[in-house]
């Protein structure tokens, strides 16, 4: 029971690029999104939200976009740095009147020199 | 910068046995929440911990899980008698004082259980 996807479980991006991360759920009852960054041996960090009322998210190098109709959303990262290489976890929750995120299995994105 | 604490970083146990993992949230958050990860798979929730008392938890969340504030900075997740599914890497983590759930949650770096 997949309700939040990340069909791609890896990416790979030139330095000074953009990284494209995208998810998309199921769950039409979910009305804020979040993408959470994880690098290796540490927990999951907090990137950036966003609420259903809305359709963009932008915070520095990361835009997150909304589209409700097609349940998907996007993390646009602008430009890429290596150090951005991490895993990256989209959440979503709302559902059922519950704020408890339902994560993605994430995406790894490797940015190269 | 504050940040939540867990320990131990790794714990091996023999299937049967009980183990307790131990998290410091952040002083002053009000909502805490333990996850898990099986390698290679989604995070997954257990259960949330407001006001002294469990406010939601998961299928997973079931007889075998404990969780406690047994004093004003620790949280704990305890698994009465372990079985070879339930290694994975836990995360504690918590959120607040703000709209509940809504707040940007702050993971501990886990602590990775092996049970053999």
């Known amino acids: 029971d997949q309700q939040v996807k990340q069909n791609s479980p890896s990416l790979s991006v030139q330095e000074g690029r953009i990284s494209i991360l995208n998810c998309d759920y199921t769950?039409?009852?979910?009305?804020?999104f979040l993408w959470y960054k994880k690098y290796p041996a540490e927990g999951p960090t907090f990137l950036i939200s966003?609420?259903?009322?809305?359709d963009k998210n932008e915070d520095g190098r990361f835009t997150v976009f909304l589209n409700k109709s097609a349940k998907h959303l996007s993390l646009h990262i602008v430009p890429s740095q290596p150090g951005d290489s991490a895993v990256y976890f989209c959440?979503?929750?709302?559902?059922?009147?519950?704020?408890?995120?339902?994560f993605g299995r994430g995406t790894s994105l490797i940015v190269h020199p | 910068e504050p940040e939540v604490t867990q320990t131990p970083s790794h714990q091996v146990t023999q299937m049967g046995q009980e183990v307790i993992l131990r998290c410091v949230p952040i002083?002053?958050?009000?909502?805490f929440y333990w996850y898990r990860q099986i390698l290679g798979q989604k995070v997954e929730f257990l259960v949330s911990?407001?006001?002294?008392?469990?406010?939601?938890k998961s299928e997973i969340f079931d007889d075998q899980f404990s969780v406690e504030r047994p004093d004003g900075s620790n949280f704990t997740l305890k698994i009465r008698s372990t079985k070879l599914e339930d290694s994975a890497m836990y995360f504690c983590?918590?959120?607040?004082?703000?709209?509940?759930?809504?707040?940007?949650?702050?993971f501990g770096p886990g602590t990775r259980l092996t049970v053999l």
């Open positions: 983590a918590s959120s607040g004082p703000g709209t509940f759930g809504r707040d940007e949650q702050f």
């Open positions: 769950n039409s009852m979910f009305d804020y």
């Open positions: 966003i609420s259903s009322i809305k």
């Open positions: 959440a979503a929750s709302g559902s059922g009147g519950s704020y408890i995120p339902t």
């Open positions: 002083s002053n958050h009000l909502y």
């Open positions: 911990f407001y006001n002294n008392e469990i406010s939601e």
